[in-house]
């Protein structure tokens, strides 16, 4: 069995949780019961695994990032509604985001560059060099869906909560 993901759930099924730490090591915790075959296919599959943590990582931060977004825009334009200033007034700055999404999910400055130039160029956001700010694709576009993509992130399971 090489696969990382089965390896990762026989691991869980006893209890165990692997993480990959910044040193290419991955950190076993609530690891005692685990059957010596395990621990021994775990370790002669350890760069998989350090692999698909890694990216199962960036996508949930990816993700998280993009989210993050809009729960900024919704603080931005709470507070137009609450000084009576038209929604559009509402932008989140680069800045802002980077820094958001820096404290809450745990980035360093060059996986914020990552992630802001993916979402940039895979067209999920639009980045106004000028003004320095950005603004997802489904508000520039001012889509008929717009509201129903965003009734669609703001539900509660998709809250942008600090890790």
């Known amino acids: 069995m090489n696969d990382p993901k089965q390896l990762i759930e026989m691991a869980q099924q006893y209890g165990a949780r692997l993480k990959r730490m910044d040193d290419q090591q991955i950190k076993v915790t609530n ?9 021994e296919q775990l370790r002669a599959n350890k760069t998989a695994l350090l692999k698909y943590l890694e ?12 989210h993050g977004y809009f729960w900024l825009l919704e603080q931005k334009q709470q507070q137009c509604r609450y000084n009576r200033q038209p929604l559009s007034d509402a932008h ?34 639009r980045y106004y060099w000028n003004d320095q700010y950005i603004m997802s694709i489904a508000e520039y576009a001012n889509d008929d869906d717009y509201h129903t993509i965003y009734e669609y992130i703001h539900a509660p399971s998709r809250a942008y909560l600090a890790s």
């Open 92 to 125: 989140v700055s680069v800045q802002e985001w980077r820094q958001s999404i820096a404290d809450v999910i745990g980035l360093n400055p060059c996986e914020v560059q990552t992630i802001e130039n993916l979402l940039i160029n895979s067209r999920h956001f």
């Open 55 to 66: 990216q199962s990582f960036f996508d949930a931060a990816l993700q998280r990032a993009y």
């Open 31 to 39: 690891g005692q019961h685990l059957p010596p075959e395990l621990i």
